[in-house]
Structures are given as C-alpha cells and as structure tokens.
C-alpha cells in the first residue's frame, strides 16, 4: 500500500482546462484502474512464485546446518592487498580515470567520456568538451559497457567449428586476399560506418581487388536518401537540420527526436527553441504528421494521424499550398485530411519563411523527400534551418546486388564484416540459403550469433571499448575510438581484418588509425594525434557545409506521374517496419539493461508486440460491441498479474506471414500496424533467446519500411506480457502543469499556482 | 505436602534472580570484551612475505609515510607500494640479499607481492584515506606507531565507537597538516591541543559526519 498524501482542491482553473491521463483507463476512471491506483506495484509482483514456505525453510535449515557444521565463520579470512610489480602511469588506486572515446552506430559515432577503475570500463557518458552535444549520451551508448562484459560473446576464433588461434587467423585472412587476384570471385558484406580509417582502407582494397565486390547493408534506415538529395538539389548532399533556429516545425512521420541518426543534436536543438525563461523569450512549434506514434508526436503542439504511404499526398497538398504551384495538388488526389489542417499548417510555416523547417522520416520514399525540400527551398530554409554537407558516396553494392551475384555463381569468398543478414536481411532474398551456397564464408563478428553458425570462419570481433578506431558525427567532426581494456578475447577489429585481407604492410590498427589523423598534418602529426585523443574530436573536421539549389525541373521529373493515394482497410493494412526502442535493429538484444528499459510510448519490457489501432482491434473481433474507448483501455480481464494479456495474432504480407501479440495502442494510423524489429532472435543467448517475434520474416527488399496488404487473424490465444504503464500511478496531483503561451506571458509564475 | 520441599526452597526465587544476573552480567562483559574489534583485531600480527621493518625504514631512516603510500593525500585509498618502489632504493642498498628476493621477483615479472591485508574495514563501510590526512587526522590515529612497528600489527580497534569518537569531538585529533605524518609528534598540553583543534575545524571547515549514511552507503 503506498502512502497517501492529501493534496489541495483543484482549482477552477485546472478543472476547466485540457486534463492529462496517463491511460484511457484513467480518463475514464474505469474500477481496474482504481484499484490498481491503490498499489505501488502490481498484483504479485512482491510474491515468489514457485516456492513455498515449507521448502524455503528447508534450504534455510541445510544452509544454517552446513554453515555452522564447519564454523567456517569462526576463523579470520586472511586477504590479501596486492599492489603492481611496476607503477602503472597515472594510476592512482581508488581514483577513476577518464578517457575521450565514441560509440559507433551505423553512419555516426557518439562521443564519449568512458570511465575507467584499474584498467576497467565503468561508466559511459556523453563528452562534455564536444560542445554540439555537450556530454549527452544515448540509451545504447549508456548500456554498451554492459555488451563488453556480456559472457554470450564470442570467445574465440573459430574454423569449421575448431579452434583457430591468433597466427593462424592472420595466415588465413592473408591468404584470402592472395587466393584472388584482382578479387575475382571475392566479395565483401559490411555495416555502414563512418570510419575515415575504414574509407581509406576500402579505397586501398578496391584499387587493389577492382573485381571484388564491396557491399554494405542496414536493415534499418536512419538517414535521408543522398539519392534524391543529388537528384534535385544537383549533388551528394547530407541535410543537417538546424532546430534551434526554427520557429515552426513540421515533421513528416519524422521521429526526429529519438530515431532518426543525430537525434540527440536534434532534440538538443529542438529544446533549445522550445525552453522559455522569461516573458520574452519566443518558443517553437511543432506540427506532427505520422502513423505511429512517437516521441516527437508527443511533443507535438498539433498532431495528425496519417498512413505513412498517404505522406506524400500531404506533402503534395502542403507544397501546392506553400509554394502556389498547382501541379502539386495533383499528389494529393484523394488524400482524406481536413483542408483547415493543411491551410493552417501551411500559413504558419509561411509567416515564418527561412525560419520553419520541414523535415521528412528517413524510411519514407524518396518522392517524399523531394518535396520536402521543395517546401523548404519555397519557404526560404535552405542555408539557413537546413544547411548541407558532402555526403561522399560510399560506391557501395547493396545487398540485392550482392545476392544476384551470389546466385550467379560469382562469389567464391565472402567476407562478412560484422551485420548479422542470415537474421535481417529481407525475407525474399532467402539470405541464409545463398550464404550457405557461398563456398567460404568468413565472417567477423561480437557473438555467435545466426550469421557466424552458417559461416565455415568466425573471427572473434573486439568491442568498441577494446578498439583502435574513428567515426564522424552528425557534422562530420572527427572522434577517436580509444581502447580501455587489451581485447579479452583477442578480438580483432574491422579495420585490422581489412588490412590483413589487403595485405597492407601496416595491420596494426593503431598505427592505421595514427597514419589517418597524423599523416595529413605532417610534421606536426604527433602532437595532433594526441591532442585528438586527449579532446576526444579532431579540431576543425566538421565537414563545410555547402551551397544547395534546388532545381524544380529536376523534381518534376522524379514524380513522374501521380500515383493514386492508396485506400487501406481491415483487408490492406499498411504495415510500418521500425527499429525497436531497446534492442535498435536485433544488435543489443542479448543486453540485459536495455530489456529491461520499458518502450517510452508502449511501456513493455522484455518483449515486442505489434501495435494496433483501438478500431483495427475492434473490426478484428476485439470487443465488438463496446466503444472504441472500451478496446482500448486494458481492464482486469486483460491484465493479470500486472501482465497484460494480450491477444495473438496472425500478420500476413504476400504469403509470409508471423504469429505475433498485439498490443493495442491509441494514436497509430486506424489501419497501419506497427511491428518493431529486433526480437525472435535465434541465437544462442541468455538475455535474448525466445523473447519476442522476428519481424524481419516478413520484410522484402522491395518494401523494407513500409508495405501494403497486410491481413491480421486473432488466433483466439492470449500470451502475458510485461507491461509497466501503471506502476507508481498516482491521483489528485496533475502530471503536466499547462498553460498557452500567451497566458505564460501574462503570468510567468503559473506553475507554482497550479497543483500545490 | 510440605515435606516435598525443604524450607530452604523459600530462597529459591531470590537465589534464580541472583543467579541470573550474575550470569547475565558475566555473559555481557564477556560479549563486550571477546566479541569487540577491541580483542577480536587489536594485536592481529600476521606474517608477510617480505619481513620489512616500519620500524628501521620510518623509524630511524625517517623516510615519511608518503614515499611508499604515495597517493594517501589524493585517493581515498592509501596504496600499497609497486615492487618498483621498493627497488628505487634496493637496486643500490643490499641489492643481493636473499630477504628481498620476492619483492625483485615482482619487479621483474609483474607477479604482485602478496602482502597480508591487516587493516581491513568491512565492505559496509566507507572510509576515505584522502579526507582524513588532509584535514589533519595523523596516520597515527587509527595505525598507532608504525614507525616503532617491526612488523606491523593492529593496534587500534578501528570500530564504530572508535570512529564516533573522534567524529564527534574532532577537535582532539586534529594537528597542523605538516605534522599528520610525524607519528611522534604532541601538542604541548591538553588544553593547547582542544584550543588549536577547535580553531582547525573552525578553519577548516571539519564537520565529520555522524549520520548512518556518513560511511554506510
């Protein structure tokens, strides 16, 4: 039973005005909700289950018995202090030390402060030095010290299920690149990475091997396309989105505050706009467009619920309004919005020309991207909240291309550098199969995971917090990515592989990663080195930004003919493939932290479910005949034992389909279902095996985001699951104090009165 | 009934009573005494693998505390020294001598000198060496004269009341910094020690904690 504390009447003020819930079962003060308020946690969370009093005892009395038996607690354990044979330089027992490194995450790397006790990782957090970031750290960043320690991870190099030891796996990987001249029948499958150090060494390896084939694949897209960006604005290009500046806001199914890759300079940005100190200070505002529903959405000040595949309509319709072009509205055929919504979108953000960003979800087709910039260039942004950077094109195969030339019979070696396709890569690439077809594979990689039980070589892969390395982040600044501790497996790293392959004179990738940053500056090489390792950035490597035209013509012809707006339903759901909020693409699965770290928006832990709309629930056969309100509140009967007991489910695309719980979300397009990715793992771990549904098992290459007809059948079965939405409930205190920010300015000390 | 028990059994209430407390009483000196750090650590002299003398090397070579435990003023730990300490001086003074050889043999393979751990706080408590010698608490306080140890044993009882009792009237303990490691030395009298103390925590801001929290956190 908690404490209860008696807080004040609410004033009049708070009663009339909009009243937050942290649940529809609140809202509508439903008898589950009331008393699970009267508990801190729920039913049965405080029981063990599965052992009984009598039993208990038992083990108490044995352990008392064998304990006392022996009196070993009688005698004096003698310890031991055990200082270094020789001082170790700047190690002061007891004292942490701190050293500037970064996490690297597809094409960004998160500077980092790492802490360190005797030689041991302890604690991430962001590098306070780097200013655009000043010292924030990501929720994986925070919980990747734990992947280091993980006892799951590989310990060892592996050929054919034997073991390799270090000087034989160096004569292998040397003989790789010697057994292929020019890299005839050689190919590579890598992350993306924005490693200076891996572009030179790939650039050194393509001119060496010009027939072998460089692939990189992501399941998960967090960038905008740089092809539409050469397409219309006339070159490789990177946006970089300045929020600070931006009075008005519109987010196009854009997560842009926690998914999309430099979300945190974003939501950094985005907050330095929002904050209001005093009187004076002007404030953003946030208009949301999306079929999920987000972080960004809630922050939103107005949201639209949309079907990701009609975006493009919005955008057509907006940009028609925006920019007076008529041919436009042609895109927005069809499109089911209010005209207000749009009208009033529209002259918002066209009072506040070169001041108002639009910025569009990087899963969404390239269509949509292109008008985006249409408006932004009409509004007056671009150079100003939008700037651009090279994005230098990596020339990179994709893993399509890379399966053609599989199934050609081309590919005698593959290496693969870390990723894991045999678990995400798309469906109808059967991508098992033709690694297995492949006659060596050999394949570097943190855990044994789905794609090394396939592969006849596993090289041990080093962590991050073991690696010489570099990255780039969001402005293309340089970090170095320090060891804090010698391999504990004798892990290699990616750049260290690829030079052995190349057969570079210099493998070591220290030296590697020294030549990249020292040897542009001559002479003065040293001292840059280590004032790049001692700041943890590379002074003045942010990538210039550069001029931008937008070209109308160019745009035209990208759009080509206007596509009807698709009309979903119960029969044609549109299904939104997403990164999980925990786990990201399946890659920190197997981290204990991170699972337990409840969804922001779902609030479950340990699991995944595919989320529905309360009126798809309800057309599935979920509570007919109640009102929407009804599905998709969770009552007692839907949830035991503080799990929720959801109802399984059958998901269909085009003849694949996965069995799968559905949880009932509010704020989700009515017909798009939501399945996050990153779960049903089949590799052997402890944290991660039999927790949740492989959502990749119904994802093609055609379609990896977003996809039309799917099909849902309630199998009439229902499985618990963790759910922490209403722990630590509370009543008669307002969640959020609110107020406009025309009566902020009237009475900057509103919140002290609201509540107290 | 009467002649069951005999006129003596009268006493028998008061003699229990009596009795009791007698036992009582002996049970809790005993307690106090045998189950206390007081008799339980103080005089704990294990052997340790290298037989150095306190006694020859801070005693009458007058080399200070803080040439070996080198970090005491800025960790809350006060390290024991590297093998390489010790060779600083023994690759010149007795380089040969066969007492030395397990110290030379950790300097030359990293093989750490397993020296017996005899002050040794429970995991439940905090103690930071660092606050205390840079507030003017002597190593003397809780280690007594090391400097005339030959082999180094437990002389304070180092329990919660000894700890309380110092963090409660600090002002007895204190002496000026430069002296924290001067095991010998004395304030003149009483009363200039109370009077130069209670100006340190004035000083010094001293406000040791009192609270559980203080060192069980």
């Known amino acids: 039973m908690k404490r209860k504390i008696d807080h004040p009447a609410p004033s009049a003020r708070e009663l009339s005005g909009p009243k937050y819930w942290r649940g529809l079962e609140e809202l509508t003060d439903s008898p589950g909700f009331k008393a699970r308020l009267e508990r801190e946690f729920p039913d049965g969370a405080s029981t063990l289950d599965g052992v009984d009093r009598r039993q208990f005892m038992k083990i108490m009395a044995a352990g008392f018995a064998l304990g006392g038996a022996g009196l070993a607690g009688c005698r004096r354990p003698e310890a031991n202090i055990l200082p270094f044979g020789k001082s170790v330089e700047g190690a002061i027992p007891g004292l942490p030390l701190y050293y500037a490194t970064a996490m690297p995450l597809r094409r960004m790397a998160l500077p980092l402060l790492a802490e360190t006790h005797q030689g041991r ?121 300045r929020f600070a500046k931006a009075k008005r806001i519109l987010s196009l199914d854009c997560d842009f505050l926690s998914a999309e890759a430099g979300s945190l300079t974003y939501a950094r940005d985005y907050a330095a706009g929002r904050r209001v100190t005093s009187r004076d200070d002007a404030m953003n505002r946030l208009y949301a467009v999306e079929s999920n529903l987000t972080l960004t959405g809630s922050m939103a000040d107005h949201r639209l619920r949309l079907a990701s595949s009609h975006l493009l309509a919005f955008a057509g319709a907006l940009a028609a309004q925006v920019t ?74 994709s893993l399509t291309d890379l399966a053609a030339a599989i199934r050609a019979g081309s590919v005698q070696t593959l290496v693969i550098l870390g990723g894991n396709p045999a678990y995400n890569a798309p469906a109808d690439l059967d991508w098992p199969a033709l690694q297995k077809s492949v006659g060596e594979v050999v394949r570097l990689g943190y855990y044994v995971d789905e794609t090394s039980a396939l592969a006849q070589v596993h090289v041990t892969a080093a962590h991050y917090l073991e690696s010489w390395g570099d990255g780039r982040t969001l402005d293309g600044t340089v970090v170095p990515i320090q060891p804090m501790i010698l391999p504990l497996f004798g892990g290699l790293t990616e750049i260290e ?124 056969g979920i509570d007919p005949q109640a009102s929407m309100l009804q599905v998709a509140r969770k009552d007692e009967q839907d949830f035991i034992k503080g799990q929720e007991q959801a109802h399984m489910a059958e998901l269909m695309i085009g003849g694949r389909k996965i069995l799968a719980p559905l949880h009932i979300q509010v704020g989700l397009s009515n017909y798009t279902v939501i399945v996050p990715l990153g779960y049903g793992r089949a590799m052997n771990g402890r944290i991660c095996q039999g927790i949740g549904f492989n959502g990749y098992a119904l994802r093609t290459a055609g379609a990896p985001n977003i996809a039309a007809g799917g099909t849902l059948a309630l199998t009439g079965e229902r499985r618990a699951m963790a759910d922490t939405q209403w722990h630590w409930s509370m009543e008669g205190r307002e969640i959020v104090r609110e107020a406009n920010y025309s009566e902020y300015q009237e009475n900057p000390a509103f919140v002290k009165e609201l509540g107290m | 009934m009467s002649n069951i028990f005999p006129k003596s059994a009268n006493r028998l209430p008061l003699q229990i009573v009596i009795y009791l407390f007698v036992v009582g009483g002996i049970a809790t000196a005993a307690v106090d005494y045998y189950m206390t750090p007081k008799y339980t650590r103080v005089g704990y002299t294990p052997v340790q693998p290298v037989p150095f003398s306190h006694a020859l090397h801070a005693g009458q070579l007058g080399i200070d505390c803080r040439y070996c435990h080198s970090n005491v003023e800025r960790s809350g730990h006060s390290n024991i020294p ?24 950790s300097y030359e393979t990293g093989e750490p000198v397993p020296w017996v751990w005899i002050h040794q706080t429970p995991d439940y408590v905090y103690f930071n060496h660092a606050i205390h010698v840079n507030r003017g608490v002597s190593c003397v306080e809780c280690h007594g004269r090391v400097d005339q140890m030959d082999v180094v044993t437990h002389a304070k009882p180092l329990s919660m009341g000894f700890c309380l009792d110092c963090h409660r009237d600090p002002q007895d303990h204190l002496r000026p910094n430069s002296q924290v490691t001067n095991l010998a030395w004395q304030a003149p009298s009483a009363e200039a020690q109370t009077k130069m103390g209670a100006q340190f925590v004035h000083d010094w801001n001293v406000r040791p904690p009192q609270s559980c929290s203080g060192c069980h956190r």
């Open chain 1, 121 to 241: 990782p302890t604690k991430l957090e962001g590098n306070p030095g780097y200013a655009p970031l000043g010292g924030v750290c990501s929720l994986a960043a925070q919980a990747s010290l734990l992947e280091l320690y993980d006892p799951d991870r590989a310990t060892a190099h592996t050929a054919a299920g034997a073991r390799l030891d270090d000087a034989a796996l160096k004569d292998r990987l040397g003989a790789i690149g010697r057994a292929h001249a020019a890299g005839a029948g050689l190919a590579f499958l890598a992350e993306t990475s924005s490693s200076p150090t891996r572009a030179r060494l790939v650039a050194g390896l393509r001119a060496k091997f010009p027939k072998a084939i460089w692939a990189e694949y992501e399941p998960v897209t967090d960038e905008p396309p740089v092809a539409v960006a050469q397409a219309v604005l006339g070159g490789a290009l990177r946006p970089l989105y």
């Open chain 1, 324 to 397: 007076g072009d008529k041919s436009f509205a042609a895109l927005a055929q069809g499109l089911d919005v209010k005209p207000e919504w749009i009208a009033e979108c529209a002259n918002d953000l066209a009072a506040n020309k070169g001041e108002s960003l639009v910025i569009a979800g990087a899963h969404l087709p390239a269509a949509v991207h292109a008008v985006a910039y249409a408006i932004n260039a009409a509004l007056g942004n671009l150079g100003r909240t939008v700037e651009f950077v090279d994005a230098a094109p990596s020339g990179a195969a």
């Open chain 1, 497 to 620: 592989v690829l030079a052995r392959i190349a057969g570079e004179a210099e493998t070591d990738p220290y030296k590697l990663v020294y030549e990249t940053i020292a040897g542009p500056a001559g002479a003065n090489g040293a001292a840059v080195f280590r004032r790049f390792l001692h700041d943890g950035w590379l002074a003045d490597s942010a990538s210039p930004t550069l001029p931008a035209n937008f070209d109308s013509a160019a745009l035209a012809r990208l759009l080509g003919s206007a596509m009807a707006v698709p009309a979903f339903s119960k029969a044609n759901l549109e299904v939104r493939f997403v990164a999980d909020h925990k786990v990201d693409d399946g890659r920190f699965a197997n981290n204990g932290w991170l699972q337990e770290c409840p969804d922001p928006m779902t609030k479950l832990a340990w699991d995944n479910a595919i989320l529905v709309s309360p009126r798809l629930a309800k057309e599935l």
């Open chain 2, 82 to 105: 590297t093998a390489q300490t010790c060779m600083n001086c023994h690759s010149q003074v007795k380089a040969t001598s066969p007492l030395l050889a397990v110290v030379k043999h």
